[in-house]
């Protein structure tokens, strides 16, 4: 398994081939490849290759897969005591990549996604079986009788 670190809008993230990452927005159709401009760092099970600082000989190709947006942010200020409220949110767009390879330039090499196992269980199915209800025998009440003050 290989993977790298690539930076992509001033941040760096971590590709595993097949795999997908999401990046800040990209001006990129969905469907169209390309590579990534800056590897930072590549890493092959025992051979590790730390750029200074890109590794110029490899290379990391995605394909955009879906342009998405991200969790809803909400911001809220107030100052005590004075009535003023201010809430805001904001949700970031995302560009969701699929890492298609690692490797040198001429390199050949195809790597299928990942596919997510999908185990099917078995369900069985199990009838409620309703048990009468017991009638629980009521406690007698404390009534004010039983409670003799002295004075």
Do not use: C
């Not at 790298?4 to 993230?13: M, R």
């Not at 081939?17 to 800040?24: L, R, Y």
């Not at 947006?69 to 699929?98: A, D, E, Q």
């Amino acid at each position: 398994m290989r993977i790298a670190i690539v930076e992509s809008g001033g941040k760096q993230y971590r590709a595993v081939e097949g795999s997908t990452i999401d990046v800040d927005r990209l001006a990129h159709e969905v469907g169209k490849k390309f590579d990534f401009d800056r590897v930072l760092l590549t890493a092959d099970e025992d051979v590790v290759l730390v750029g200074t600082p890109t590794v110029g000989e490899m290379i990391v190709s995605a394909t955009v897969v879906d342009h998405v947006k991200g969790p809803k942010v909400i911001s809220f200020k107030y100052r005590p005591k004075k009535r003023i409220r201010v809430k805001g949110g904001h949700r970031h767009f995302y560009t969701r990549l699929l890492i298609d390879f690692i490797g040198k330039l001429g390199e050949e090499r195809k790597v299928e996604p990942k596919k997510e196992a999908v185990v099917a269980a078995e369900v069985q199915v199990v009838e409620a079986v309703e048990e009468p209800k017991v009638a629980k025998p009521k406690k007698a009440s404390k009534s004010s009788t039983t409670k003799k003050t002295e004075k």
